[in-house]
Antibody, heavy 120, light 108 residues
Framework: EVQLLESGGGLVQPGGSLRLSCAAS????????MSWVRQAPGKGLEWVSV????????YYADSVKGRFTISSDNSKNTLYLQMNSLRAEDTAVYYC?????????????WGQGALVTVSS | EIVMTQSPATVSVSPGERATLSCRAS??????LAWYQQKPGQAPRLLIY???TRATGIPARFGGSGSGTEFTLTISSLQSEDFAVYFC??????????FGQGTKLEIK
Protein backbone atom coordinates (compact mmCIF):
# COMPACT_ATOMS: atom_id res chain seq x y z
CA GLU A 1 0.00 0.00 0.00
CA VAL A 2 1.31 3.41 -0.97
CA GLN A 3 1.79 5.74 1.97
CA LEU A 4 2.89 9.38 1.89
CA LEU A 5 3.44 11.20 5.17
CA GLU A 6 4.19 14.92 5.18
CA SER A 7 5.87 16.74 8.03
CA GLY A 8 7.49 20.09 8.75
CA GLY A 9 4.51 22.40 8.51
CA GLY A 10 3.89 25.19 10.97
CA LEU A 11 3.68 28.91 11.60
CA VAL A 12 6.36 31.11 10.04
CA GLN A 13 6.74 34.86 9.70
CA PRO A 14 6.66 36.57 6.31
CA GLY A 15 10.09 36.38 4.72
CA GLY A 16 10.95 33.23 6.67
CA SER A 17 11.79 29.71 5.57
CA LEU A 18 10.41 26.26 6.13
CA ARG A 19 11.23 22.79 4.83
CA LEU A 20 8.56 20.20 4.25
CA SER A 21 9.31 16.49 4.07
CA CYS A 22 7.28 13.64 2.65
CA ALA A 23 8.20 10.10 3.66
CA ALA A 24 7.12 7.57 1.07
CA SER A 25 6.58 3.84 1.37
CA UNK A 26 4.86 0.99 -0.44
CA UNK A 27 6.33 1.67 -3.87
CA UNK A 28 9.66 2.08 -5.64
CA UNK A 29 10.17 5.77 -4.89
CA UNK A 30 13.05 6.22 -7.32
CA UNK A 31 10.91 5.18 -10.29
CA UNK A 32 8.23 7.87 -10.06
CA UNK A 33 7.76 11.58 -10.44
CA MET A 34 6.57 13.31 -7.27
CA SER A 35 4.71 16.59 -6.90
CA TRP A 36 3.78 19.14 -4.28
CA VAL A 37 0.25 20.54 -4.57
CA ARG A 38 -1.15 23.17 -2.22
CA GLN A 39 -4.60 24.30 -1.19
CA ALA A 40 -5.20 27.67 0.44
CA PRO A 41 -7.97 27.73 3.06
CA GLY A 42 -11.34 27.27 1.38
CA LYS A 43 -9.78 27.33 -2.08
CA GLY A 44 -8.96 24.93 -4.89
CA LEU A 45 -5.87 22.93 -5.72
CA GLU A 46 -2.70 24.59 -7.03
CA TRP A 47 0.19 22.55 -8.36
CA VAL A 48 3.48 23.83 -6.93
CA SER A 49 6.37 21.69 -8.18
CA VAL A 50 7.36 18.30 -9.56
CA UNK A 51 10.56 16.25 -9.61
CA UNK A 52 11.36 13.30 -11.80
CA UNK A 53 13.13 10.92 -9.44
CA UNK A 54 14.92 9.19 -12.28
CA UNK A 55 16.62 12.18 -13.84
CA UNK A 56 16.13 14.75 -11.13
CA UNK A 57 14.42 17.14 -13.53
CA UNK A 58 12.33 19.73 -11.73
CA TYR A 59 9.57 22.16 -12.65
CA TYR A 60 7.89 24.93 -10.67
CA ALA A 61 4.76 27.03 -10.78
CA ASP A 62 5.52 30.65 -11.61
CA SER A 63 4.14 31.68 -8.21
CA VAL A 64 6.97 29.90 -6.37
CA LYS A 65 9.80 29.90 -8.91
CA GLY A 66 13.02 31.23 -7.40
CA ARG A 67 11.70 30.86 -3.83
CA PHE A 68 10.91 27.15 -3.48
CA THR A 69 13.18 24.18 -4.20
CA ILE A 70 12.00 20.61 -4.62
CA SER A 71 14.38 17.75 -4.00
CA SER A 72 14.37 14.09 -3.12
CA ASP A 73 16.59 11.53 -1.46
CA ASN A 74 16.03 8.16 -3.08
CA SER A 75 18.06 6.42 -0.37
CA LYS A 76 15.61 7.70 2.23
CA ASN A 77 12.47 7.52 0.07
CA THR A 78 11.80 11.11 1.01
CA LEU A 79 10.60 14.15 -0.92
CA TYR A 80 11.37 17.68 0.23
CA LEU A 81 10.17 21.20 -0.40
CA GLN A 82 12.42 24.01 0.77
CA MET A 83 10.37 27.20 0.99
CA ASN A 84 12.16 30.53 1.30
CA SER A 85 10.98 34.15 1.27
CA LEU A 86 7.55 33.01 2.37
CA ARG A 87 4.56 35.27 1.83
CA ALA A 88 1.09 35.40 3.33
CA GLU A 89 -0.30 34.01 0.10
CA ASP A 90 1.77 30.85 0.57
CA THR A 91 -0.48 29.91 3.49
CA ALA A 92 -2.00 26.56 2.55
CA VAL A 93 -2.15 22.86 3.17
CA TYR A 94 0.70 21.31 1.19
CA TYR A 95 0.18 17.82 -0.18
CA CYS A 96 2.82 15.57 -1.61
CA UNK A 97 1.51 13.36 -4.38
CA UNK A 98 2.84 10.47 -6.43
CA UNK A 99 2.58 10.52 -10.20
CA UNK A 100 1.29 7.38 -11.85
CA UNK A 101 4.62 6.99 -13.67
CA UNK A 102 8.09 8.44 -14.05
CA UNK A 103 6.61 11.05 -16.36
CA UNK A 104 4.20 13.85 -15.68
CA UNK A 105 0.63 12.69 -15.67
CA UNK A 106 -2.04 12.35 -13.03
CA UNK A 107 -1.53 11.98 -9.31
CA UNK A 108 -2.63 8.59 -8.07
CA UNK A 109 -1.70 8.82 -4.38
CA TRP A 110 -1.71 11.77 -1.99
CA GLY A 111 -0.46 12.41 1.51
CA GLN A 112 -2.66 13.80 4.26
CA GLY A 113 -1.16 17.27 3.94
CA ALA A 114 0.91 19.66 6.04
CA LEU A 115 -0.43 23.07 7.03
CA VAL A 116 1.85 26.05 6.45
CA THR A 117 0.75 29.37 7.92
CA VAL A 118 2.64 32.52 7.02
CA SER A 119 1.74 35.29 9.42
CA SER A 120 3.33 37.80 11.76
CA GLU B 1 -1.10 27.86 -19.48
CA ILE B 2 -4.24 25.82 -20.01
CA VAL B 3 -7.15 27.12 -17.94
CA MET B 4 -9.65 24.58 -16.63
CA THR B 5 -13.18 25.80 -15.87
CA GLN B 6 -15.66 23.69 -13.94
CA SER B 7 -19.40 24.17 -13.81
CA PRO B 8 -21.48 24.59 -11.87
CA ALA B 9 -19.64 25.79 -8.77
CA THR B 10 -22.22 24.03 -6.60
CA VAL B 11 -24.81 21.45 -7.51
CA SER B 12 -27.55 20.08 -5.27
CA VAL B 13 -28.75 16.55 -5.94
CA SER B 14 -30.86 14.11 -3.96
CA PRO B 15 -29.46 10.72 -2.88
CA GLY B 16 -30.23 8.08 -5.46
CA GLU B 17 -30.32 10.57 -8.32
CA ARG B 18 -27.71 11.26 -11.00
CA ALA B 19 -25.19 14.10 -10.88
CA THR B 20 -23.45 15.58 -13.91
CA LEU B 21 -20.39 17.77 -13.47
CA SER B 22 -18.65 19.61 -16.29
CA CYS B 23 -15.06 20.63 -16.97
CA ARG B 24 -13.89 22.73 -19.89
CA ALA B 25 -10.32 23.31 -21.05
CA SER B 26 -9.18 26.55 -22.69
CA UNK B 27 -7.48 24.47 -25.40
CA UNK B 28 -7.51 20.83 -26.34
CA UNK B 29 -6.06 18.44 -23.78
CA UNK B 30 -6.91 15.35 -25.84
CA UNK B 31 -7.99 12.71 -23.28
CA UNK B 32 -5.34 13.74 -20.75
CA LEU B 33 -7.77 14.63 -18.02
CA ALA B 34 -8.22 13.35 -14.48
CA TRP B 35 -10.96 13.78 -11.89
CA TYR B 36 -10.41 13.88 -8.13
CA GLN B 37 -12.79 13.73 -5.19
CA GLN B 38 -12.07 15.62 -1.97
CA LYS B 39 -14.04 15.29 1.23
CA PRO B 40 -13.75 17.85 4.06
CA GLY B 41 -10.48 17.56 5.94
CA GLN B 42 -9.16 14.89 3.57
CA ALA B 43 -6.67 14.74 0.74
CA PRO B 44 -7.92 14.49 -2.84
CA ARG B 45 -8.48 11.01 -4.21
CA LEU B 46 -8.03 10.01 -7.84
CA LEU B 47 -11.30 8.90 -9.43
CA ILE B 48 -10.81 8.97 -13.19
CA TYR B 49 -7.83 9.27 -15.53
CA UNK B 50 -7.57 9.31 -19.30
CA UNK B 51 -10.93 11.12 -19.22
CA UNK B 52 -12.88 7.87 -18.76
CA THR B 53 -10.87 5.18 -16.96
CA ARG B 54 -11.78 4.55 -13.34
CA ALA B 55 -8.91 4.37 -10.89
CA THR B 56 -8.40 1.27 -8.78
CA GLY B 57 -11.22 0.69 -6.32
CA ILE B 58 -13.54 3.37 -7.71
CA PRO B 59 -17.17 2.21 -7.94
CA ALA B 60 -18.81 1.75 -11.32
CA ARG B 61 -21.33 4.49 -10.56
CA PHE B 62 -18.55 7.00 -11.37
CA GLY B 63 -18.17 7.61 -15.09
CA GLY B 64 -16.07 10.03 -17.13
CA SER B 65 -16.49 11.11 -20.71
CA GLY B 66 -15.29 13.68 -23.21
CA SER B 67 -12.18 14.65 -25.10
CA GLY B 68 -10.58 17.77 -26.46
CA THR B 69 -12.01 20.63 -24.44
CA GLU B 70 -15.26 19.31 -22.98
CA PHE B 71 -15.46 16.70 -20.22
CA THR B 72 -18.14 15.30 -17.95
CA LEU B 73 -18.09 13.39 -14.68
CA THR B 74 -21.31 11.49 -14.08
CA ILE B 75 -22.23 9.90 -10.81
CA SER B 76 -25.26 7.67 -11.11
CA SER B 77 -27.41 6.86 -8.10
CA LEU B 78 -25.68 9.13 -5.60
CA GLN B 79 -24.67 7.65 -2.28
CA SER B 80 -24.22 9.66 0.93
CA GLU B 81 -20.44 9.25 0.72
CA ASP B 82 -20.35 10.88 -2.74
CA PHE B 83 -21.17 14.36 -1.48
CA ALA B 84 -17.83 16.13 -1.76
CA VAL B 85 -15.87 18.55 -3.93
CA TYR B 86 -14.70 17.35 -7.34
CA PHE B 87 -11.74 18.72 -9.26
CA CYS B 88 -10.62 18.12 -12.82
CA UNK B 89 -6.94 18.32 -13.86
CA UNK B 90 -5.28 18.38 -17.25
CA UNK B 91 -1.91 16.75 -17.84
CA UNK B 92 -1.64 17.22 -21.57
CA UNK B 93 0.51 20.32 -21.54
CA UNK B 94 2.78 21.06 -18.61
CA UNK B 95 4.18 22.70 -16.67
CA UNK B 96 2.05 23.62 -15.00
CA UNK B 97 -0.42 20.91 -14.24
CA UNK B 98 -3.68 22.85 -13.97
CA PHE B 99 -6.77 22.11 -11.96
CA GLY B 100 -10.31 23.37 -12.26
CA GLN B 101 -11.64 25.43 -9.38
CA GLY B 102 -13.86 22.59 -8.20
CA THR B 103 -17.55 21.70 -8.06
CA LYS B 104 -19.17 21.14 -4.71
CA LEU B 105 -21.76 18.36 -4.80
CA GLU B 106 -24.20 18.85 -1.96
CA ILE B 107 -27.25 17.05 -0.71
CA LYS B 108 -30.56 18.45 -1.89
Amino acid sequence: EVQLLESGGGLVQPGGSLRLSCAASGFRFSSYAMSWVRQAPGKGLEWVSVINNIGGITYYADSVKGRFTISSDNSKNTLYLQMNSLRAEDTAVYYCAKDYSSGYYYLDSWGQGALVTVSS
Amino acid sequence: EIVMTQSPATVSVSPGERATLSCRASQSVSSNLAWYQQKPGQAPRLLIYGASTRATGIPARFGGSGSGTEFTLTISSLQSEDFAVYFCQQYNKWPPYTFGQGTKLEIK
